[in-house]
């Protein structure tokens, strides 16, 4: 999904971009059903409930038992139940939405007494900067300015929309635009209802997610402003520097400001639902500036998902990290200002890239005991959360929190906190302890990696819902899924495999059920409805065949039982008659290679056995950013699309190393099926040495995010990206003092280093005292 953590990484060299548009795909077409391979405990299934849906990113569950889901695209759809399979559309933002990388619409609420309240909430990155007017942008970022080198400027809204009975009445009523969001991640995260009857509303700082930010950047193109979002000490078109920058990732500290007004950025507010303002009570009320009046937590990276622990006004928030933690942060009382750290700190540390830039807004924190809280739980990067055969490490992103009540559900996971990760595709559950709390000690894994690497689906959003079970959005997946329990006899789960799905009449397809299971390992019986009518015996073995001798869809089921009577369906879709067209690209190559701010031309074709040559409007592309943690460690973050045309061209964006672009073209025929092709295109890179004279001193190297470390070290970089580094200063070696002085290229001590076609040697030189 999103570029939710700059460390979310993912598996594989084969194209995930492929893959996730043919599980949209196939989902819409055989609906609901029991989810891909996984680990649950015992007694507990994960079932595909809602589907056909488009990266959706957040769902809520209304009183009168709709169900309403917002899509990153800025469509809202509700579904009239869970078995509901033609979703209405409540209303369309697309249009003000900027849906782009990891922006999009990603909160949404439903006020506790709907519809007699007739308002849904929602909360997106506007396609325009504060107090613009969208679309800016059209759900893209051209080079100029470039998405994260100059960074194509936007904000954020909270508006609520007036609901007549499935449809949205009137016009949009903004409470809130506010959130400057220079790069396109760490955006808005979630609206949710506290049970004091508030709206709760989380932000993240709109800042560099390749590098340290303190509001330097944004001027690399003539024309382009830096500090676009002017914070202080300087007005846009001002480039800050240390020590007195308060910009960029210091945005998540605004409300501390002396010199400015609070930014919403970085934060999590406490607002009257009618009016957007803040609320009596909340700890900086008092403040005659109405940004501080709303905030109660701050000092946070990317508050994605935040929840309230039932009976309490406890807010816990998952804190998307850098490269190197994921945070649950509590918030014991909305009442009290919470300062969770960042950019200062990352987990309960010292962020070493912030640290050694040598900022004022930092050092009165480090220098101040008791100052900033730390996480109530936070995982490492580079560990498992719980470690069994499969789990997963490296890229992390915490982008679901939920706390279980009670239900079906075994009694120990009443009060317990489930959080889910979408980068490594798993759930756990941090099950209470003696004094009700979640407990780190009792950590399990909850939705897990199966012994062939199968996980959950990639969830960005928890849910109680329904029977008081777990329910999670899927969003590559386009799905909702549901986690149910049964004490008794499980039911089985039903696969097969059809092969040919497509194809010229007479179509002789070959059925195999063999993948079929049972959790208890009982003997199945199998029974296969082959022509779509609805009704079963067609067949009764665990394989068969059949022969379409008619020209059109079928949607064929097979239905698997246990001795003890429980049962499972599953269907597929077979195109008799019809047969799926080849994608070709015809440009770039895969021998390509680019640098930051290349603009790359693209062209494709399609032909199909009776359409001929496809229009261009039957061709959509999809452009991927593979971020890995190691050369085959990658995960994929969606940077833009094209739709219905043949030819084009995208800039390359910036974005630290290991990295590679896939190019995703599909093709559609008349008939629906769909083909899809990609092309890797790798960047060109050149590695950085970094020296001190002396040598064996400290260097921050924030092209890594690292603490200070020794000299001599190098690292790889993109042509054309854009690293920062800083010569800390005073600094201890040996017994004595040493002060910097100059940089070998001139820079000043904390500076951004463009990086070179050649590879360079950069020597920061100290003066011993």
Known sequence: MFRLSNAARGRGRISLAAAMLLIAAVLSQVGPGPAGAATLPTGFRDTVVLSGLTNPTVLQFAPDGRIFVGQKNGVIKVFQSLTDTSPITVANLSTQVDDYWDRGLLGLAVPPNFPTNPYLYVLYAYDAPIGGTAPTWSDACPTPPGPTTDGCLVSARLSRLQISGNVMTGSEQVLINDWCQQYPSHSVGTLLFGRDGYLYVSGGDGASFNNVDYGQYGSTYAGDKANPCGDPPGAAGTALAPPGAEGGALRSQSVRRTDGPATLDGAVLRIDPITGAGVAGNPFFSSPDPNARRIVAYGLRNPFRITQRPG??????????????????????????????????????????????????????????????????????????????????????????????????????????????????????????????????????????????????????????????????????????????????????????????????????????????????????????????????????????????????????????????????????????????????????????????????????????????????????????????????????????????????????????????????????????????????????????????????????????????????????????????????????????????????????????????????????????
């Not at 894994?445 to 689906?457: E, I, K, M, R, Y």
């Open 312 to 769: 309490t006004d406890e807010l816990w928030v998952g804190d998307v990290g850098w490269n190197t933690w994921e945070e649950i942060n509590r918030v014991v009382s909305p009442t009290t200002a919470t300062n969770l750290g960042w950019p200062c700190y990352e987990g309960s540390s010292l962020q070493g890239g912030y640290q050694g830039a040598g900022l004022s807004q930092c050092s009165s924190l480090y220098s101040t005991p008791g100052s900033v809280v730390s996480p109530y739980y936070a995982y490492n990067h580079n560990a498992c959360v719980v470690s069994y055969s499969g789990c997963r490490t490296g890229g992390s992103s915490i982008t679901g929190i939920a706390f279980y009540q009670s239900g079906s559900y075994p009694s120990q996971y009443n009060g317990a906190l489930f959080f889910a990760d979408h980068t490594r595709d798993e759930i756990w559950a941090m099950l209470p302890g003696t004094n009700g709390l979640p407990d780190p000690a009792r950590l399990q894994s909850f939705v897990g990696v199966d012994s062939t690497g199968g996980a959950a689906g990639h969830p960005v959003d928890l849910k109680i819902g329904p029977g008081g079970d777990l329910f999670y959005v899927d969003m590559e997946g386009g799905s909702i899924h549901r986690i149910t329990y049964t004490a008794a006899n499980q039911p089985p789960t039903a696969a097969f495999t059809a092969n040919p799905s497509s194809g010229p009449v007479p179509l002789t397809v070959s059925f195999n059920g063999t993948t079929s299971s049972d959790p208890e390992g009982r003997p199945l019986t199998y029974s296969w409805d082959l022509n779509g009518d609805g009704t079963y015996g067609d067949a009764t073995g665990a394989t068969t065949s059949y022969t379409y001798t008619t020209a059109g869809t079928y949607h064929p089921s097979l239905r698997v039982a246990d001795d003890q009577g429980a049962s499972d369906t599953t269907s597929a879709t077979i195109t008799a008659g019809n047969t799926a067209p080849t994608a070709i690209i015809d440009t770039p190559a895969s021998s390509l290679v680019w640098k930051v701010g290349d603009t790359i031309p693209f062209s494709g074709h399609a032909t199909d056995a009776q359409d001929g040559t496809l229009p261009s409007s039957a061709l959509n592309w999809s452009l991927i950013m593979h971020h890995c943690f190691t050369p085959t460690d990658c995960h994929t973050h969606m940077l833009q699309t094209f739709n219905s045309v043949s030819s084009g061209s995208f800039t390359t964006p910036d974005h630290a190393y290991p990295c590679w672009l896939e190019l995703v073209l599909t093709a559609t025929d008349s008939g629906g099926l769909a083909s899809t092709t990609s092309v890797r295109l790798d960047p060109r890179t050149v590695v950085l040495t970094f020296r001190t004279n002396p040598g064996g001193l400290n260097l921050t190297n924030m092209v890594v995010n690292e603490a200070p470390r020794a000299t001599p070290f190098s690292v790889t970089v993109v042509v054309g990206s854009a690293n920062s580094v800083s010569a800390p200063s005073p600094q201890v070696f040996n017994k004595s003092t040493y002060n910097f002085v100059s940089w070998s290229d001139g820079g000043p001590q904390s500076h951004t280093i463009t990086a070179p076609s050649a590879n360079t040697t950069y020597t920061a030189t100290y003066r011993k005292r």
